[in-house]
């Protein structure tokens, strides 16, 4: 076939990422359901097919997260962290506030500022507390506990208390506190309760910032990378030297693809997890505990932490069998299945659409140089030969992994060389050194296994080599 372009260069790649992905039309218009839907999917095909790369394409046409997740410490509870939902605005207005009244040293009583460190008792000159002695008349600010003498020695405080009488005659307590800078704020006993409270909404930890990636992957059977954790504390949470239990909580999978995707691959390795899978979908929230009975986390719990994502769920054929029956309905109830296709005909328009793949793998990898159109005229032909060889037909094979190792291979090697393209040399050589070792033991060997058997004398098929 003879190619409309000098180099790949030239190839207009499309905007749209879903029209990246070759040769999987219907995939790719259900999965543009699944996005405007809100819609499951299970995608079965063999490895390389692109599952993954549909599952990236829709998490990147979905709208922005609105909802920050975060949990905050519950002085009454301490192991049950408070679960706090609250949008981008919310979280910009959340700001420290000032509470009770703030007083110049001279304002306050004069036995606030002398028990504060900030007025002279002989002279009630006032002055910074952190001078020890008055430097108006020498006297020290603080009095000293003269040994043998007994008594309680009268140190420095920060805080003072005193009752005030209010005008129909109740008291009240007050409250006299040393700031930062060297003045008294006063406060209420209510002030101060008022003020304990919202310190303690401060006491927050974002396990799910607003801004997050809308795709996430999860390979493989881990419980605590799924369905989140809470870290062990040796010290149990003490208060003094131990971690608060809000600032162990970890987040799962399932609750960092709130509002995005989660691509699940190799969904059968889940294993029993799947049943909690099955929760978070029917849900849409998941409560985080520790998951090591035996852990200081076990204890600590949040309860309903939200999980509202697209299922990608990924599988080979022969995997759909130990995939749960449950898990499986659910999302054929609200979602679909969809069988990956591994080749597609050859067909000028295929052929182009191939190109359109080198080009794509050319720009993603960013460190090889463009190929020239003989190039992706030996590239085709070895998408050929590997659509032969795996699925038995002519055409163009769909199993993209192997192609893309064999572009990347033949661009080091053109960098190797310090060409300008991937030419038809590069990618012959690429196919070469990309042979899998058992298809290196073949070309080498007249029988695989004899290259397990040099003690034996077993030679070459060339008759000269002793193996």
């Not at 390979?219 to 369905?227: H, K």
């Not at 691959?265 to 899978?277: H, I, S, Y």
């Not at 991937?422 to 060997?445: C, G, M, P, T």
Request: aromatic fraction near 4%.
């Amino acid at each position: 076939m003879r190619m409309e372009f000098s180099s790949t260069a030239e190839i207009a790649l499309p905007k749209d990422p879903l029209e990246w992905v070759v040769g999987q039309e219907n995939s790719v218009k259900i999965a543009r359901i699944c996005a405007s839907q809100k819609r499951h999917m299970l995608l079965v095909g063999a490895p390389g097919t692109g599952k993954s790369m549909i599952a990236r394409a829709i998490a990147s046409i979905l709208p922005k997260p609105k909802y920050e997740i975060s949990v905050i410490h519950n002085p009454s509870r301490p192991e049950k962290p408070v679960l706090s939902v609250r949008t981008g605005e919310m979280a910009k207005s959340e700001k420290p506030k000032e509470f009770g009244v703030v007083l110049l040293p001279g304002e306050a009583p004069e036995f606030v500022s002398e028990q504060l460190g900030m007025r002279c008792r002989r002279c009630g000159g006032l002055s910074h507390s952190r001078i020890p002695s008055c430097p108006h008349c020498g006297a020290d600010k603080i009095r000293k506990h003269i040994l043998g003498m007994g008594g309680p020695e009268h140190s420095q405080k920060t805080t003072v208390e005193a009752v005030r009488v209010r005008k129909d005659g109740s008291e009240e307590m007050l409250i006299y506190e040393r700031t930062n800078d060297d003045r008294v704020r006063m406060l209420t006993e209510k002030e101060l309760k008022e003020r304990k409270d919202h310190e303690a909404k401060l006491m927050r930890k974002v396990i799910v910032p607003l801004n997050r990636p809308t795709f996430v992957q999860v390979v493989g059977n881990n419980e605590t990378e799924l369905l989140g954790d809470v870290r062990h504390d040796p010290y149990g949470g003490h208060p003094e030297i131990g971690t608060q239990p809000y600032m162990r909580v970890v987040a799962g999978a399932v609750h960092e693809s709130h509002e995005g995707v989660l691509f699940v691959d190799e969904m059968a390795t889940l294993g029993e997890t799947q049943r909690f899978l099955l929760t978070a979908m029917q849900e849409k929230k998941f409560s985080i505990t520790g998951r090591n009975p035996n852990s200081a986390g076990a204890a600590v719990r949040v309860e309903d932490v939200p999980c509202d994502f697209i299922l990608v769920g990924a599988l080979n054929i022969n995997d759909l069998g130990n995939l749960s029956p449950a898990l499986r309905s659910r999302i054929r109830g609200s979602g679909y299945e969809v069988l990956l296709n591994t080749n597609m005909e050859d067909t000028p328009e295929n052929c182009a659409k191939i190109a359109q793949f080198v080009a794509q793998e050319i720009k993603g990898d960013g460190k090889i140089p463009h190929a020239s159109s003989s190039a992706v005229d030996e590239i085709l032909e070895e998408s050929r030969r590997i659509c032969k060889e795996a699925d038995g037909k002519k055409g163009l094979t769909l199993r993209f992994r192997n192609l893309s190792g064999l572009i990347r291979l033949a661009g080091d090697l053109t960098k190797a060389e310090n060409a300008k393209l991937i030419e038809k040399e590069h990618v012959r050589s690429a196919v070469q050194f990309a042979k899998s070792a058992e298809e290196q033991l073949n070309d080498k060997y007249e029988n695989p296994w004899s290259a397990g058997m040099a003690d034996f004398g077993v030679r070459s098929k060339k008759g000269s080599e002793t193996v």
